[in-house]
């Protein structure tokens, strides 16, 4: 391709061309501004100013363009300007300071919760900070408090890259967003590629690529000091920032730091406490060619909250948290998650007229834990454990007890919390029956990348990229509390096992048990890309190679797999290409029109590889590549008052893998089990709506749609897999697995947050440096995770009997099973600032409030699975009130955001 290309661009073009130049300055300092870029939209010219603030740019054609001028923590500006054959002088260009940065803060506090990262997919809405695209910033700012996700697509699905190196995670595909937590200031250098359009950094997925620039050289000089307070996820937040001028040597630095902490969020019980150190060197050795240096790490512990069933909510509200209870008069929560994971860079970067040429390595080490309340022959001590509830007795199978009900029901409400007294009591001296324990994931990972933007006279551009990574991760559960006790027995109280044969039986507090295994993980990925541009028209064409190896490495001898537990697994590898392409015609130059295609192989996810990798090496049978097919079509209009985009899309993931683990009461058995599904197909297609209108100078109104159809998109397979196997059965192997056939679920929405999202805004800039805004939201098409195996032919199975329900009709199995949207629900979103200049000074002082009307909302949420079979969900589903219901995760109600800003 690069040949053949190469020999092509040899033929040279003569025309005249046309020159726009001026000065950048700030508007209310009157300074200039160095490194501004000028970007001629829809095509691939661009500039930047220069250390007096003076920029010229040739264009090739007369004609109608838009000229945006884009600066870090200033707004955009857009200049209509109409080309003929003489020079245009543009004169003096003033630049606002844009106090709307702070609608980043106010996304970081959402993206940083991940109040579904367990059972639900996570948002994709992080995503999207350094887009200026109007549909993407409300999806960003507004839907995103509703865990909206953009086109439907979990984050795995978009790339994102710190100074070209990849941080999306082995694990699960996902970028950790706490990773570079409370850094603001030093993250905010991003260049985003929207869906499938062409990338200069890689490849990218259905969701684009995100690069974020830790250069010095790209920051604002200064010392930025902000304060904010908050009543989500944390309550306060202190940051400061210093960027140094480049020195005549060429040297500049970067250093930040913030703290942020709650003793509780929005959601009761969840404790709030981050710290976060950034440092970068860029030392240009001369005018092509930096070297940079980056340094962070940024440590976060908070405490969890859990989605609950309806029966829960009405008894105590949106905000409960089961997971915590007062201790000694302090708020102690059993479920905290701490990551502590630190990122050292570094990174060559030669800048030519025809080369651009960055190499970085990185090296990333740290922890991730997540503490657990375990019982052993004990009662369950989970407050909302269904024989705790008045519903048990409701639904009981030996008749109503209204009587149980209303005691059940008295006792909850008297004390709905997490009991730590009794746990203690219950814990004798020597053998514990409750120990708190965290389950850890030590990660070790080194990566280096290569990505070469090549230049080809003013037709051709070739972007050309390399990178490799490599993963050796330590997982293992250890104990933190034994409540006073000396010992844990490391038994697995179902089985009657020992989890680790080799090991001792008793186990002390900081001793690894349970569970212990390494997984290592080796990727390559090359991509290349070529861009060609000719008379309003601009095509790409791109191309990856993907070469990925799972193994995992068993510590702990299981006496339930003692054949398959201890030791090295068979290496899982996958090697994969991927194309995708796109053209866009410039109709003139604020009329255009896009469309992009891509064909991709995406290997397995690690948590979809191992069948159950903390007990065995089993790996998912004829386990293959997601293949994703995706399509996406837009207009564009770009006016001096009027821009926006119109875009249609369709997308089609086949072959998912997908592991769950749960309990189950299923016509094939009781038991915790595995559940495996394969060949899963998704389809996601809709439309997307932004435009903006500019009424005056100080007035701007928006709108934006967006309405999709997020379904499954046929019968996949599924298989479980027992932790105790019943060695009677001869339908169960002895693997302990058991193949249930196909799941009927095509159709089935998706759980992947309101399939269709409105939103209506007005901002109002007042020219003495004051701003408002509102934005009315409306979501609706929402809808919970399903269970798949309650939609098998083993749910029509009695498992007393063996054969079929009588009543289990594919009539009354429907109306069971149909699924039920979650609610519909408006949001009305408050924001406005004030900046001042004082004495060389910048102040500001932002402000937003969210979910003003303070509406209650379900967000997400996932069906349970333990009813397994007819009859017991028949049963528990009679009294209006099940048991075993839906769980659901709750919006956030009013919440505000406050901060204030200094900058020198």
Do not use: C
């Not at 890259?161 to 991003?190: A, C, E, H, I």
């Not at 609950?308 to 479920?335: C, H, K, M």
């Not at 209303?406 to 997490?418: I, M, R, S, V, W």
């Not at 929405?749 to 209506?760: E, M």
């Amino acid at each position: 391709m690069f040949i053949v290309f190469s020999i092509s661009v040899s033929v040279s073009f003569s025309q005249t061309n046309r020159i726009v130049k001026g000065r950048v300055v700030d508007k209310q300092q009157k300074d200039q501004l160095t490194g501004v870029r000028i970007i001629v939209e829809k095509t691939k010219l661009l500039t930047a100013t220069d250390k007096d603030g003076i920029f010229s740019i040739s264009v090739p054609d007369s004609g109608d363009y838009i000229l945006s001028f884009q600066y870090t923590d200033y707004i955009l500006k857009r200049v209509p300007v109409t080309l003929g054959d003489r020079i245009l002088d543009l004169g003096t260009v003033y630049l606002e300071k844009d106090i709307t940065v702070e609608l980043t803060d106010n996304l970081i506090t959402l993206t940083d919760s991940e109040l579904h990262d367990d059972e639900q997919s996570a948002s994709s809405v992080g995503l999207l900070q350094a887009t200026k695209d109007i549909f993407l910033q409300r999806a960003a700012f507004d839907f995103g408090q509703a865990f909206f996700r953009v086109r439907g697509y979990d984050s795995q699905y978009g790339k994102v890259l710190m100074n070209g190196v990849s941080m999306n995670k082995f694990y699960d595909g996902r970028p950790q967003w706490n990773n570079w937590g409370g850094l603001n200031d030093v993250t905010r250098n991003q260049e985003f590629s929207n869906g499938l359009s062409a990338s200069a950094y890689n490849f990218g997925g259905a969701l684009g690529v995100t690069n974020i620039s830790t250069r010095p050289s790209a920051f604002r000089p200064g010392i930025r000091i902000s304060s904010s307070a908050s009543n989500r996820t944390y309550a306060a937040r202190v940051m400061a920032t210093y960027t140094s001028s480049i020195s005549e040597k060429g040297f500049s630095y970067s250093v930040s730091g913030s703290r942020r902490w709650a003793k509780e969020g929005y959601f009761a019980g969840t404790l709030y406490d981050a710290y976060s150190a950034f440092g970068a060197m860029e030392y240009q050795v001369n005018p092509a060619n930096s070297l940079l240096f980056t340094g962070m790490l940024a440590s976060n512990r908070r405490g969890r909250s859990s989605a609950v069933t309806e029966e829960v909510f009405n008894l105590v509200g949106s905000q409960y948290n089961p997971y915590w209870g007062a201790q000694n008069g302090e708020i102690r929560n059993s479920r905290e998650r701490t990551i502590a994971e630190p990122i050292l860079m570094f990174n060559h970067i030669l800048e030519t007229s025809k080369l651009k040429l960055n190499t970085g390595v990185s090296y990333q080490s740290g922890i991730n834990s997540r503490s657990r309340l375990g019982y052993y022959n004990a009662p369950n001590p989970d407050p909302t454990y269904y024989r705790y509830l008045p519903s048990y007795y409701i639904n009981s199978t030996i008749g109503t007890n209204f009587l149980s009900a209303n005691t059940a029901k008295e006792g909850f409400l008297f004390n709905p919390q997490l009991n730590w007294n009794q746990i203690y009591k219950a814990n004798d001296a020597i053998k514990a029956a409750y120990v708190l324990y965290d389950d850890i994931v030590k990660d070790s990972q080194i990566a280096a990348n290569s990505i070469a933007n090549i230049t080809l006279g003013t037709q051709f551009k070739i972007d050309l990229g390399i990178g490799y990574k490599s993963l050796a991760s330590t997982n293992y559960a250890e104990i933190s509390d034994l409540f006073g006790s000396e010992y844990h027995e490391d038994i697995d109280v179902f089985s009657n096992t020992l989890n680790d044969s080799d090991g001792a039986l008793q186990k002390y507090e900081d001793d690894i048990f349970n569970y212990h295994y390494d997984i290592d993980v080796e990727q390559l990925e090359t991509f290349a890309q070529i861009i060609y541009e000719h008379n309003g028209w601009e095509g790409f064409l791109a191309g990856q190679w993907e070469t990925l190896n799972y193994s995992r490495n068993g510590r702990f001898k299981n006496q339930r797999y003692e054949t398959t537990s201890l030791g090295r697994s068979k290496d899982v590898s996958f090697s994969n290409f991927s194309f995708k392409g796109g053209f866009s015609y410039k109709i003139n130059g604020r009329n255009w029109i896009e469309s992009n295609a891509m064909l991709q192989q995406k290997p397995p996810v690690l948590q979809n590889v191992f069948i159950n990798p903390r007990e065995n090496n089993l790996v998912v049978p004829d386990l293959n590549s997601e293949k994703i097919t995706s399509v996406d079509g837009s207009y564009f209009f770009r006016f001096p008052k009027l821009i926006g985009r119109v875009t249609g899309f369709h997308t089609r993931f086949q072959g998912v893998t997908d592991v769950n683990f749960f309990f189950v009461d299923a016509g094939v058995g009781s038991d915790f089990v595995q559940e495996v599904l394969t060949g899963v197909d998704k389809l996601h297609m809709g439309t997307e709506l932004g435009v903006e209108y500019q009424v005056s100078s100080s007035v701007q109104l928006t709108a934006v749609a967006a309405i999709g159809k997020y379904v499954f998109a046929n019968h996949p397979n599924v298989t479980i897999n027992f932790d105790t196997t019943n060695a009677e059965d001869e339908l169960i192997n002895l693997e302990g697995s058991k193949d249930l056939g196909k799941a009927n679920i095509k159709d089935y929405k998706l759980g992947q947050g309101p399939q269709k999202a409105f939103a209506i805004g007005i901002n109002y800039q007042d020219p003495k440096y004051w701003w408002v805004g509102a934005t009315a939201n409306y979501l609706e098409n929402n809808y919970a995770n399903i269970s798949t195996i309650t939609r098998t032919n083993s749910f029509y199975i009695n498992p007393e009997t063996g054969s079929n329900f009588p009543d289990a009709t594919n009539d009354n199995v429907s109306q069971l099973l149909a699924q039920q949207s979650l609610d519909n629900f408006y949001l009305l979103n408050l924001v406005g600032g004030k900046s001042w200049l004082k004495n060389g000074k910048y102040i500001s002082v932002f402000a937003s409030i969210n979910n003003a009307f303070d509406a209650t909302f379900r967000s997400g949420g996932y069906e349970q699975s333990r009813n397994g079979n007819f009859g017991q969900l028949k049963q528990d589903a009679l009294s209006g009130s099940p048991s075993f219901a839906p769980k659901y995760w709750y919006g956030y109600g009013r919440t505000y955001f406050l901060n204030f800003a200094i900058s020198f």
